[in-house]
Protein backbone atom coordinates (compact mmCIF):
# COMPACT_ATOMS: atom_id res chain seq x y z
CA UNK A 1 0.00 0.00 0.00
CA UNK A 2 3.25 2.36 0.77
CA UNK A 3 4.72 1.51 -2.44
CA UNK A 4 1.65 1.91 -4.47
CA UNK A 5 0.90 5.24 -2.44
CA UNK A 6 4.58 6.90 -3.30
CA UNK A 7 4.44 5.52 -6.90
CA UNK A 8 1.08 7.59 -7.28
CA UNK A 9 2.39 10.72 -5.24
CA UNK A 10 5.60 10.51 -7.50
CA UNK A 11 3.52 10.14 -10.84
CA UNK A 12 1.75 13.21 -9.81
CA UNK A 13 4.52 15.55 -9.04
CA UNK A 14 6.40 13.94 -11.84
CA UNK A 15 3.56 15.08 -14.44
CA UNK A 16 3.04 18.34 -12.55
CA UNK A 17 6.73 18.89 -13.08
CA UNK A 18 6.22 18.56 -16.85
CA UNK A 19 3.40 21.39 -17.62
CA UNK A 20 5.52 23.93 -14.61
CA UNK A 21 8.90 23.69 -17.37
CA UNK A 22 6.71 24.51 -19.85
CA UNK A 23 4.98 27.33 -18.01
CA UNK A 24 8.09 29.12 -17.74
CA UNK A 25 8.90 28.77 -21.46
CA UNK A 26 7.28 31.96 -22.61
CA UNK A 27 8.71 33.87 -19.99
CA UNK A 28 12.29 32.85 -22.09
CA UNK A 29 11.21 34.56 -24.98
CA UNK A 30 9.36 37.74 -24.22
CA UNK A 31 11.93 39.93 -23.42
CA UNK A 32 12.47 39.02 -20.03
CA UNK A 33 15.59 40.90 -18.14
CA UNK A 34 17.72 37.41 -17.73
CA UNK A 35 17.99 37.96 -14.03
CA UNK A 36 14.64 38.43 -13.40
CA UNK A 37 14.11 35.36 -15.54
CA UNK A 38 17.00 33.40 -13.49
CA UNK A 39 15.59 34.68 -9.97
CA UNK A 40 12.26 33.14 -10.95
CA UNK A 41 13.60 29.77 -11.55
CA UNK A 42 16.09 29.60 -9.54
CA UNK A 43 13.09 29.47 -7.05
CA UNK A 44 10.64 27.97 -8.65
CA UNK A 45 12.40 25.11 -10.04
CA UNK A 46 14.03 24.45 -6.88
CA UNK A 47 12.50 20.90 -5.83
CA UNK A 48 10.39 21.27 -2.83
CA UNK A 49 7.58 18.91 -1.65
CA UNK A 50 5.07 19.88 -4.32
CA UNK A 51 2.36 19.11 -1.75
CA UNK A 52 -0.25 21.71 -3.27
CA UNK A 53 -0.56 20.41 -6.40
CA UNK A 54 -0.51 16.70 -5.33
CA UNK A 55 -3.77 17.64 -3.21
CA UNK A 56 -5.33 19.57 -5.74
CA UNK A 57 -4.67 16.64 -8.68
CA UNK A 58 -5.25 14.56 -6.25
CA UNK A 59 -8.60 15.72 -5.31
CA UNK A 60 -9.51 16.39 -9.67
CA UNK A 61 -9.00 12.41 -9.87
CA UNK A 62 -11.31 11.99 -6.88
CA UNK A 63 -14.09 13.50 -8.60
CA UNK A 64 -13.43 11.94 -12.23
CA UNK A 65 -12.45 15.66 -13.56
CA UNK A 66 -9.28 15.76 -16.62
CA UNK A 67 -6.21 16.40 -14.76
CA UNK A 68 -5.39 19.01 -18.14
CA UNK A 69 -8.24 21.03 -16.80
CA UNK A 70 -6.29 22.22 -13.31
CA UNK A 71 -2.47 21.90 -14.68
CA UNK A 72 -2.66 25.52 -15.10
CA UNK A 73 -4.11 26.16 -11.70
CA UNK A 74 -1.68 23.35 -10.26
CA UNK A 75 1.29 25.61 -12.10
CA UNK A 76 -0.38 28.95 -10.32
CA UNK A 77 -0.96 27.72 -6.93
CA UNK A 78 2.76 26.51 -6.49
CA UNK A 79 4.34 30.02 -8.34
CA UNK A 80 2.00 31.61 -5.64
CA UNK A 81 3.27 29.59 -2.90
CA UNK A 82 7.02 30.63 -4.64
CA UNK A 83 6.38 33.90 -4.58
CA UNK A 84 5.24 33.67 -0.66
CA UNK A 85 8.38 32.26 0.51
CA UNK A 86 10.78 34.18 -1.41
CA UNK A 87 9.03 37.40 0.56
CA UNK A 88 8.43 35.65 3.58
CA UNK A 89 12.57 35.63 3.66
CA UNK A 90 13.92 39.24 2.87
CA UNK A 91 15.14 40.80 5.64
CA UNK A 92 12.21 43.18 5.78
CA UNK A 93 9.88 39.70 6.59
CA UNK A 94 12.00 36.55 8.63
CA UNK A 95 15.26 37.38 7.47
CA UNK A 96 16.17 34.29 6.37
CA UNK A 97 19.35 33.58 4.29
CA UNK A 98 19.04 29.49 3.61
CA UNK A 99 15.98 28.35 1.91
CA UNK A 100 15.91 24.30 0.73
CA UNK A 101 19.29 23.67 1.74
CA UNK A 102 20.66 26.71 -0.68
CA UNK A 103 20.55 30.25 0.16
CA UNK A 104 17.47 32.07 -0.25
CA UNK A 105 16.90 34.29 -3.50
CA UNK A 106 17.47 37.74 -2.04
CA UNK A 107 21.25 36.19 -0.89
CA UNK A 108 21.67 35.21 -4.44
CA UNK A 109 20.22 38.10 -6.77
CA UNK A 110 20.01 40.84 -4.28
CA UNK A 111 16.48 42.42 -2.24
CA UNK A 112 15.89 43.86 -5.41
CA UNK A 113 15.28 40.97 -7.80
CA UNK A 114 14.19 39.13 -5.49
CA UNK A 115 11.40 41.20 -4.74
CA UNK A 116 10.52 41.70 -8.04
CA UNK A 117 10.35 37.99 -8.74
CA UNK A 118 7.90 37.21 -6.22
CA UNK A 119 6.23 40.10 -7.72
CA UNK A 120 6.31 38.48 -11.28
CA UNK A 121 5.30 35.07 -9.92
CA UNK A 122 2.27 36.08 -8.40
CA UNK A 123 1.49 37.77 -11.78
CA UNK A 124 2.39 34.95 -13.83
CA UNK A 125 0.03 32.71 -11.57
CA UNK A 126 -3.09 34.84 -12.52
CA UNK A 127 -2.35 35.10 -16.38
CA UNK A 128 -1.77 31.56 -16.47
CA UNK A 129 -5.13 30.45 -14.38
CA UNK A 130 -7.11 33.07 -16.86
CA UNK A 131 -5.45 32.66 -20.17
CA UNK A 132 -5.99 28.68 -20.85
CA UNK A 133 -9.34 27.67 -22.68
CA UNK A 134 -11.17 25.82 -20.26
CA UNK A 135 -14.02 23.53 -21.74
CA UNK A 136 -17.33 25.34 -22.88
CA UNK A 137 -18.82 23.41 -19.40
CA UNK A 138 -16.40 24.54 -17.34
CA UNK A 139 -16.14 28.43 -18.24
CA UNK A 140 -17.91 29.28 -15.01
CA UNK A 141 -15.62 26.61 -12.46
CA UNK A 142 -12.77 27.98 -14.30
CA UNK A 143 -13.58 31.53 -12.87
CA UNK A 144 -14.97 30.16 -9.74
CA UNK A 145 -11.04 29.08 -9.39
CA UNK A 146 -9.59 32.00 -10.27
CA UNK A 147 -11.52 33.42 -7.74
CA UNK A 148 -11.14 31.06 -5.06
CA UNK A 149 -7.05 31.38 -5.64
CA UNK A 150 -7.49 34.96 -5.19
CA UNK A 151 -8.98 34.94 -1.91
CA UNK A 152 -6.94 32.26 -0.63
CA UNK A 153 -3.54 33.85 -1.49
CA UNK A 154 -4.58 37.85 -0.80
CA UNK A 155 -5.80 39.97 2.08
CA UNK A 156 -8.50 37.75 3.37
CA UNK A 157 -6.47 34.58 3.12
CA UNK A 158 -2.53 34.00 3.18
CA UNK A 159 -1.22 37.85 3.07
CA UNK A 160 -3.19 38.52 6.67
CA UNK A 161 -1.47 35.31 8.45
CA UNK A 162 1.39 36.71 7.27
CA UNK A 163 0.43 40.47 8.62
CA UNK A 164 -0.34 38.45 11.44
CA UNK A 165 2.56 36.71 11.86
CA UNK A 166 4.29 40.22 11.41
CA UNK A 167 2.57 42.07 14.05
CA UNK A 168 0.62 39.66 16.48
CA UNK A 169 2.81 39.81 19.93
CA UNK A 170 4.52 36.71 20.60
CA UNK A 171 5.02 37.48 24.06
CA UNK A 172 1.25 37.22 24.82
CA UNK A 173 0.18 34.72 22.33
CA UNK A 174 -3.16 32.67 22.57
CA UNK A 175 -3.28 29.44 21.15
CA UNK A 176 -6.51 30.94 18.82
CA UNK A 177 -3.93 33.24 17.53
CA UNK A 178 -1.51 30.50 16.70
CA UNK A 179 -4.12 28.82 15.09
CA UNK A 180 -5.50 31.93 13.18
CA UNK A 181 -2.11 32.55 11.87
CA UNK A 182 -1.99 28.81 10.75
CA UNK A 183 -5.56 29.07 9.31
CA UNK A 184 -4.41 31.76 6.75
CA UNK A 185 -0.74 31.71 6.46
CA UNK A 186 -0.45 28.15 5.48
CA UNK A 187 -3.72 26.26 5.57
CA UNK A 188 -5.26 28.96 2.83
CA UNK A 189 -3.51 27.82 0.26
CA UNK A 190 -4.08 24.17 0.75
CA UNK A 191 -8.16 24.92 1.18
CA UNK A 192 -7.57 26.64 -2.64
CA UNK A 193 -5.75 23.33 -3.85
CA UNK A 194 -8.15 21.16 -2.97
CA UNK A 195 -11.27 23.60 -3.62
CA UNK A 196 -9.99 24.13 -7.33
CA UNK A 197 -8.99 20.41 -7.87
CA UNK A 198 -12.92 19.90 -6.86
CA UNK A 199 -14.39 23.04 -8.61
CA UNK A 200 -12.57 22.09 -11.87
CA UNK A 201 -14.04 18.45 -11.63
CA UNK A 202 -17.57 19.39 -11.27
CA UNK A 203 -18.00 18.72 -8.01
CA UNK A 204 -21.32 20.30 -6.48
CA UNK A 205 -21.59 22.91 -3.30
CA UNK A 206 -21.90 20.84 -0.72
CA UNK A 207 -18.53 18.69 -1.74
CA UNK A 208 -16.96 21.60 -2.22
CA UNK A 209 -17.44 23.31 1.16
CA UNK A 210 -16.50 19.28 2.70
CA UNK A 211 -13.13 19.39 0.51
CA UNK A 212 -12.46 23.38 2.01
CA UNK A 213 -12.90 21.79 5.41
CA UNK A 214 -10.38 19.43 4.86
CA UNK A 215 -8.23 21.66 3.39
CA UNK A 216 -8.13 23.73 6.02
CA UNK A 217 -7.60 21.08 8.67
CA UNK A 218 -4.96 19.57 6.52
CA UNK A 219 -3.29 22.65 5.88
CA UNK A 220 -3.10 23.93 10.22
CA UNK A 221 -2.20 20.19 10.63
CA UNK A 222 0.84 21.19 8.45
CA UNK A 223 2.05 23.74 9.99
CA UNK A 224 1.83 22.63 13.15
CA UNK A 225 3.77 19.81 12.60
CA UNK A 226 6.23 21.87 10.66
CA UNK A 227 6.65 24.11 13.99
CA UNK A 228 7.16 20.97 15.90
CA UNK A 229 10.19 19.85 13.97
CA UNK A 230 11.52 23.03 13.89
CA UNK A 231 10.81 23.18 18.09
CA UNK A 232 9.28 26.89 17.30
CA UNK A 233 8.37 27.01 21.38
CA UNK A 234 6.80 30.29 20.67
CA UNK A 235 4.14 28.96 18.86
CA UNK A 236 4.42 25.48 20.82
CA UNK A 237 4.17 26.86 23.90
CA UNK A 238 0.44 28.38 24.01
CA UNK A 239 -0.79 24.74 24.02
CA UNK A 240 -1.71 24.09 27.54
CA UNK A 241 -5.02 21.88 27.32
CA UNK A 242 -3.63 19.96 25.37
CA UNK A 243 -0.09 19.10 23.98
CA UNK A 244 0.44 20.39 19.95
CA UNK A 245 0.65 16.16 19.40
CA UNK A 246 -2.67 15.66 20.88
CA UNK A 247 -4.12 18.86 19.01
CA UNK A 248 -2.41 17.45 16.06
CA UNK A 249 -3.82 14.00 16.26
CA UNK A 250 -7.22 15.62 16.87
CA UNK A 251 -7.22 17.52 13.62
CA UNK A 252 -5.79 14.22 11.87
CA UNK A 253 -8.79 12.56 12.82
CA UNK A 254 -11.02 15.34 12.24
CA UNK A 255 -9.71 15.63 8.18
CA UNK A 256 -9.92 12.07 8.12
CA UNK A 257 -13.79 12.07 9.28
CA UNK A 258 -14.52 14.61 6.20
CA UNK A 259 -13.27 12.83 3.87
CA UNK A 260 -15.03 9.86 4.98
CA UNK A 261 -18.47 12.47 3.95
CA UNK A 262 -16.98 13.26 0.75
CA UNK A 263 -17.02 9.38 -0.33
CA UNK A 264 -15.94 7.58 -3.27
CA UNK A 265 -12.29 6.37 -3.61
CA UNK A 266 -10.26 8.25 -0.74
CA UNK A 267 -7.71 5.69 -0.12
CA UNK A 268 -4.71 8.31 -1.42
CA UNK A 269 -6.13 11.36 0.28
CA UNK A 270 -6.47 9.47 3.26
CA UNK A 271 -2.83 8.30 2.93
CA UNK A 272 -1.80 11.43 2.38
CA UNK A 273 -2.85 12.77 5.20
CA UNK A 274 -1.20 10.71 7.16
CA UNK A 275 1.98 10.72 5.57
CA UNK A 276 2.08 14.45 5.58
CA UNK A 277 1.55 14.14 9.48
CA UNK A 278 3.95 11.86 10.44
CA UNK A 279 6.86 13.24 8.37
CA UNK A 280 10.47 14.10 9.80
CA UNK A 281 10.82 17.06 7.74
Same mark, same amino acid.
Request: hydrophobic share 40%; net charge negative; with cysteine.
Given at each position: ??????????E????F??????????????????T????????????????????M???????????????????????????? =?????????????M????P?????F???????????? =????? #??? *???????? +?????????????????????I?????????????????D?I???RL???K +?????? *??????????????D?? #????????????????????????????????????????????K????????N?????? +???Y +??????
Amino acid at each position: MILDFKTKFDEYVIDFEKHLKDYTKPININNVHPTLHEAINYSLLSGGKRIRPVLMLAFCDLFGGDKNNVYPFACALEMIHTYS =LIHDDLPCMDNDTMRRGEPCNHVVFGEGMALLAGDAL =LTQAF #EIA *SSFEAPEN +LTENQIKSINILAKCAGSVGMISGQCFDLHTDKKNFSMDDVINIYRLKTAK +LFCAAA *SIGAVMSGADKNQVDLV #EQFGEKLGISFQLIDDILDNETEFLSVFKDETPNEFLSKLTFEAKEILIKIGGNIEFLTI +LTDY +LIKRTH
